[in-house]
């Protein structure tokens, strides 16, 4: 054993660290009586109100006795959890069966490694079209796409994560996340200006530069730093592909017959106004967004089984077509390949839903970016002053709250009117917000999916060292850094030239 090897935290061990200090935190909080008060919006009325949030106690009888109770229904509802498991079923499949190593050679064979990198990088960014699922689906495949192109694929996840995460806000598609924020953004702009309405296109014009120049950027800090920084990395494939046969162009006939079949029957029912059509929408919404995505779509509910399925089929009809599953029986037996070994991150998913579950239920969270908020109530910066505010203070309060909603509420009610009163558009705010939350979103243990990435890393991890929890954020720190430059640089340079920021004509000021 090599002396100076560095011994490694592992995941599992971090986040029941971060578990014991929100417990004893939230002791320490409520003793000092941390509490702040936060404002809201009536959407009926267009009122204040405010209302007094103080720091609940778990380090007590009754806190300990919260922690035993809930921790059960709180890793089984952990969303992460039972979309991973249902989309590994397909995935596996797609593997088992080969689809996924004869199918990325015939698309990557003649491309240059930059141009993949570039693809996945570019994908995972405007993923959010698909929601949170994109973080199941997109890092296991990535890392299998590096593997099968003979690189570490250990590179395909940490690009990958990055695209997803400093590409979270960048939605050249308005998605039901958009929505959800422009409502909020709408009810506190009105309290300055009744009338004031808002368009689900206000943005496409940044958000499209955004998008390719941040494709660009990562993919190119991709192939020139970070990518150095990994291994060669030692696969266990014993065949590489060189030329595809005819049974594996057999296979991907069968594959490309079945899914094409599927993706028809799946688009027909999402196309509201064809008959018997749109079976998949929720129509008692108006925005063809909410239809997709509303608590009560068809669409929304079942997308992660309707994935799984459409991987399912890929990996059978190749596998049948092939001949590298003979039989209905080997195609069942390949439905639990991806689960095999699964122990350790099913550990690492209860301890990380534990430590999410209890931050949120302290309000500590929520009490933190409330104080960040009074800043702008506190100095009155206008222009680029207060875009940088804005930027810093939403990349900050990220690290301990990373979910979009749930900061806009505690931000918007306060941060809108400041804009408006200041001669800049709600518009303009959201954008800010969006841009800079993506920036540091990677960077925290306190996102669902950081759990995920974390787990995937240690799947490929080689000669037995855990990839540590401090070491996956290290690995996203670089992007984390161009992202912040670029995007609060376009931010600024929009501002200064006045630039429209979408196709209905809303500018900054």
Not at 455 to 468: D, E, R, V
Not at 498 to 505: A, C, D, E, Q, T
Request: aromatic fraction near 12%; charged fraction near 10%.
């Amino acid at each position: 054993m090599n002396k100076k090897e560095k011994k490694v935290l592992h995941p599992i061990t971090a986040y029941i660290f971060l578990i014991v200090i929100t417990i004893i935190g939230s002791g320490i909080l409520n003793l000092l009586d941390f509490s702040h008060e936060i404002y809201s919006v009536n959407s009926a009325t267009l009122e204040y109100s405010r209302n007094l949030i103080s720091v609940e106690n778990l380090f007590s009888l009754e806190g300990l006795q919260y922690i035993f109770s809930s921790s059960v229904s709180n890793f089984v509802n952990f969303a992460p959890l039972s979309s991973l498991i249902i989309v590994l079923i397909g995935i596996g499949v797609m593997e088992k069966s080969e689809f996924l190593k004869t199918a990325v050679t015939f698309l990557t064979k003649k491309m240059k490694k930059n141009t993949v990198t570039f693809l996945i990088i570019f994908i995972s960014i405007i993923a959010s079209l698909m929601g949170d699922i994109s973080y199941i689906i997109i890092l296991p495949i990535s890392a299998l796409i590096f593997k099968y192109g003979k690189r570490n694929p250990l590179i395909g996840i940490v690009c990958a994560f990055a695209g997803l995460t400093c590409g979270q806000g960048l939605s050249i598609i308005f998605t039901s996340m958009d929505s959800s924020l422009l409502s909020l953004s709408l009810v506190s702009a009105q309290v300055v200006d009744k009338g004031y309405r808002m368009a689900s296109i206000s943005g496409i014009f940044i958000m499209t530069a955004a998008t390719f120049l941040l494709a660009f950027l990562l993919t190119s800090l991709t192939e020139r730093v970070v990518a150095e920084k990994f291994s060669k990395y030692e696969s266990e494939e014993e065949n590489e592909i060189e030329e595809l046969t005819k049974r594996e162009k057999r296979g991907l006939a069968f594959a490309a017959i079945a899914a094409g079949i599927y993706v028809i029957v799946f688009l027909y029912n999402i196309i509201p106004g064809l008959p018997f059509g749109g079976n998949f929408l929720d129509n008692s919404q108006v925005l063809y967004v909410d239809k997709l995505f509303s608590y009560n779509s068809f669409f929304q509910n079942g997308f992660v089984f309707i994935v799984t399925i459409f991987f399912v089929i890929l990996g059978a009809f190749y596998g049948l077509g092939a001949k590298t599953l003979k039989n209905s029986r080997e195609v069942v037996d390949t439905l639990g390949h991806s689960l095999d070994g699964i122990g350790k991150t099913l550990v690492l998913i209860f301890f990380a839903s534990m430590s999410i579950s209890l931050l949120r239920k302290t309000n500590i969270n929520t009490i933190v970016v409330a104080y960040f908020t009074n800043a702008f109530r506190v100095v009155n910066f206008q222009g680029l002053p207060l875009i940088i505010l804005l930027f810093s203070i939403t990349l900050i309060v990220t690290f301990i709250m990373p979910g979009s909603i749930n900061k806009w509420v505690v931000l918007s009610p306060v941060v809108i009117p400041v804009f408006m009163n200041a001669g800049m558009t709600p518009e303009f705010a959201q954008i800010i917000f969006r841009f800079a939350e993506s920036t540091t979103l990677g960077l925290t243990p306190y996102m669902a999916y950081f759990v995920i990435y974390l787990a995937i890393l240690n799947k490929y991890s080689q000669n037995n060292q855990p990839i540590s929890m401090t070491q996956a954020i290290k690995y996203q720190l670089s992007y984390t850094v161009v992202t912040i430059i670029l995007l609060l640089g376009l931010l600024l340079l929009w501002y200064i030239i006045g630039l429209p920021l979408g196709i209905n004509g809303v500018t900054v000021l």
